[in-house]
Every structure is written in C-alpha cells, then in structure tokens.
C-alpha cells in the first residue's frame, strides 16, 4: 500500500529488536512510501540498491522516548537545559542522550551507548550510513487523553501524550484503565512512514554520532585551484609588465621631447647628459641656476648664520659651479653643524677625511659645495 502524498526518494530501514530477526525497509519515491520488505543480513544480499537519504527505525525497546511540553524559551536553551537534566540524574554513564524540539514539544531519549554502536556498525556492514536513526515508537502520532497503539514489521509499538515505547501487554492494560485506545491501520502506519523520512522527529545521530561532515581540505579541487591561481598571478604579471613598458615609453618620448628642445638652442647636444652639460654651462655664464655662484653662495652663508663661531676664511668659485671655501671654528663640532645643514638641503659637498687643528688651535676644513 502507498502512501497518497509523495516524499523525498530514499530508502526506510526497520531495524530488529532481536538480533538474527529479519530487517524491514521500504523505498520512498515520487509515489510515496512503497510495500514493506523483509531483509536477512545473514544470508541475503543487499536488497535496495543505490539509497537516497536513508531513515533508520531503531527498535523501541531500547530507545523510549519521553514527551514534555517545549518551555517557553528559546529551543537551543530549552534543549541544553533538557540534556543538562538527564545528564545530572544519574543516566550518563555508558549511554547516548538525544533531545529535539517537535511541533511544539520536547523529546528526549536516553539510551545504550552500546546499541548505538551495534547498529551503525550492522547498517554499515550492508553500505548504509543513515541520515538520521529515530525511535520505532515516534513513528505513532501523538493524541491528547489518547493511548495510541500500532503494529510496525511486527513490532508492537505505543505512545502517549508523555511518552513513546514499546507496546507490551501489561503495560497497555494497565495504561488503557485511564487512557482511551487509538489503534493506527496499516495505511495511517504508511502515512506516518513518509512523514518521518520527510522529518524525523528525533534523530538519535546527535554528539559524538553525528553524521561526518565533508571536509573542504577533501572535496575541494586544489589541482583546478591551483591553476586559477597560477593564472591570476600570471595576467598580474602581465598587468604589470604592461605598466612598466608604457612608463618606459612615456619615459622616452619625454626624453626625446627634452633632447629635441634643447637642439634648437645647441644642436651639438646629441643625448641627454650632453644637453645637462651645455646647459649648465650656459646658466654657469649668464649666473643663473643651481650651478651659478649665487645659488651656493646663499646656501653657505644660510647654513653658516646659526653658527657663529664658524668663520670662512676663503672663497672661491670655478667655471663648473664648484664652490670651494675653508671655514674655521674653535670645536669641530660647529664645523659638522654647517655641513650637516647644507647636506640636509640636498647640496653635494665634500670634506677632508679629518678635520685637522691649524696653528692656532682652531679646527679648519677645505670643503667643496656644489648642486646636485
């Protein structure tokens, strides 16, 4: 029998509450959920082929669930708070705890650490690795005041408004004093099937059972990266190597630009330092520019104005626009305090190796200054 609304496709599994008994699984396609199957691990082969997602029923004997109304507060605090309480009553030892949130309720299932264990290891045995392991019993809907009864691959299975197990007799009996009696058919059975494939309404698979999550570091394609970043840092380098021509080319058309002005005044320039030459010489002739004996003339006395002890003794100016001058001073000190001036402003000057004392005690210095 089929389900009337479709699902997902993938494959439902029904685990055994006995070891040696056989597996119950359904496929869910576009028509929904299809008939039951029985499966024995033991000696068939594997049965269903290709899986989508894949929803495992455990056995409700070993996975009750208890169902308390959602607090008001936020669901990731009222699940901690829910994990926290069964963690200090006493049930943590050697057991799983799982808590989810569901249309408004609370569920919790506490349960053997070791049946957790057995199962994910007899599902990969057969090559599947659920999506989500959920208690047989949440596969019946809850009902308020109602004891809801239902029959799953031979597995009684109960529920109330507090709670999910197995349904064993004395218990029903004893329930059923209090509680109306509600028994799911075989296609309210397959109705609620695809609805826990659709949304399982706790998963088990929560902690340290988690389903692994797929590591960037493998999936990614470092061969394709590596060539997208081999190729972007070759176009940079082009990007680059395309300036630096056209710079050098603006470069030389200026120069050119330059070398041709300066032609029309000294057509024997024939390259740029030629043309520097011609035309310092000429300022050096009408007394103009840097090389003129003005220029450097004011940077020495600007330089030597601070220092009041340093004295100039001679001066003389030559054709290339050489200033040469001794200055004297009583520590060589204030002598270093001029050069260092007229260094800061960027004139060239030049110096003895050492300053040495004259007669008179005073430490002299021949120094040379000129533009750079």
Known sequence: MRAPQSSADGLIVLLPETPGQPWYWWRVGEAGVG?????????????WGDAGPVIVLV??????VIDKPLPDIPVAQALAAERLALAQSG???????????????????????????????????VGLDPAALVPAALLLPRGDG??????????LLARTPQAAFTGEAALVDALAVSLDQVALDEGMLVQRLGAVHAAPPLNLRQGIYAPRRVSVFLT?????????????????????????????MDSS???????????????????????????????????????????????LLDAVRPVPAVKLRDMGYSADG??????????????NAVLIALQNEGWKVTVPPALAPDPTGATVAAITLRAP
Request: glycine share 8%.
């Open 91 to 125: 049930l943590v030892a050697q057991r799983h705890l799982a808590v989810a949130a569901h249309e408004g309720r609370l569920l919790s299932c506490s349960l053997a650490a070791a049946d957790m264990d057995g199962w994910l290891a007899e599902l990969a045995q």
């Open 220 to 248: 990614a394609d470092w061969l394709g990266l590596g060539r997208m970043a081999a190729t972007a840092a070759l176009l940079a380098l082009l990007v680059m190597v395309a300036w630096i021509v056209r710079w050098n």
């Open 59 to 64: 056995p409700a004997t070993a996975a009750p």
């Open 253 to 299: 058309a200026q120069e050119a630009q330059a070398l041709e002005l300066v032609q029309a005044r000294f057509p024997a320039a024939t390259d740029l330092d030629g043309a520097e030459r011609m035309l310092n010489a000429e300022l050096v002739k009408r007394g103009q520019g840097g090389a003129s004996f003005a220029a450097p003339a004011a940077a």
């Open 322 to 335: 050489t200033l040469r001058f001794t200055a004297a001073a009583p520590r060589a000190e204030d002598v």
């Open 146 to 155: 109602a004891l809801v009864l239902g029959n799953c691959g031979g597995q």
């Open 35 to 47: 008939r039951d199957h029985a499966f024995d691990p033991a000696t068939e082969t594997v049965p």
